[in-house]
């Protein structure tokens, strides 16, 4: 559990660091990480762990790509944990699965099948990713930005909008997932203190 905490504060701290412009690219060209899009208020460009290392102005353009890839999966992923944590607290349950509790305690009662399903949808959409690698690379050219993945399916007309109007909803997203990787990780820690139900009195 203790491994399992560290790595949530080492991503947490990441996911601080400023998202990419433009369309992903495999070279070597530098991005400037101060002035990217996540980079707002009221942090600013934050590094604490010096991710991108002594000139943050001049990061590699592949490891830019990566981090702002992981950071994008990260949130969203914590985005809809946070959602499913406060749902199922709050005591609202699939047909089938009124039975199962909450939290950590879920995990000893969900069914093998339930697993196994969830597996599968995680592997379908890894490979619905087409040619977009794990480490971020978008070798089939489809992407607009690291994190992108429509796949050229379905993009609720994101194509039509205005490169302003995309860096705010790009820049909304970011927060929004850095918030939910705090919270998902605030919760899982009061849980295990103890007194989740304290911080969620609201819920039940």
Not at 70 to 77: N, P, Q, S
Request: charged share 20%; hydrophobic share 45%.
């Amino acid at each position: 559990m203790k491994l399992i905490i560290s790595a949530l504060l080492i991503s947490s701290a990441a996911a601080f660091a400023p998202a990419q412009t433009g369309k992903a690219s495999t070279s070597l060209k530098a991005v400037d990480a101060t002035k990217a899009i996540g980079v707002q208020t009221p942090l600013g460009f934050y590094d604490p762990f010096r991710i991108f290392g002594d000139d943050p102005t001049a990061v590699d353009d592949d490891k830019f790509a990566r981090a702002r890839y992981t950071e994008l999966k990260h949130g969203r992923v914590a985005m809809l944990a946070v959602v499913g944590y406060l749902v199922t607290y709050a005591g609202v349950r699939f047909p089938g699965a009124e039975n199962i509790p909450c939290g950590f305690a879920a995990l000893n009662e969900i069914p093998g099948m339930v697993w196994a399903q969830m597996l599968a949808t995680q592997f379908a959409m890894e490979m619905a990713n087409g040619g977009l690698s794990m480490d971020g690379k978008d070798y089939a050219g489809t992407q607009e930005f690291a994190g992108d993945f429509r796949n050229g399916f379905i993009d609720f007309g994101w194509d039509k909008q205005s490169d302003a109007w995309k860096e705010k909803k790009r820049a909304v997203e970011l927060n929004n997932g850095r918030a939910a990787m705090m919270g998902i990780f605030g919760l899982m820690t009061h849980e295990l203190m103890g007194n989740v139900a304290t911080i969620l009195p609201l819920a039940k």
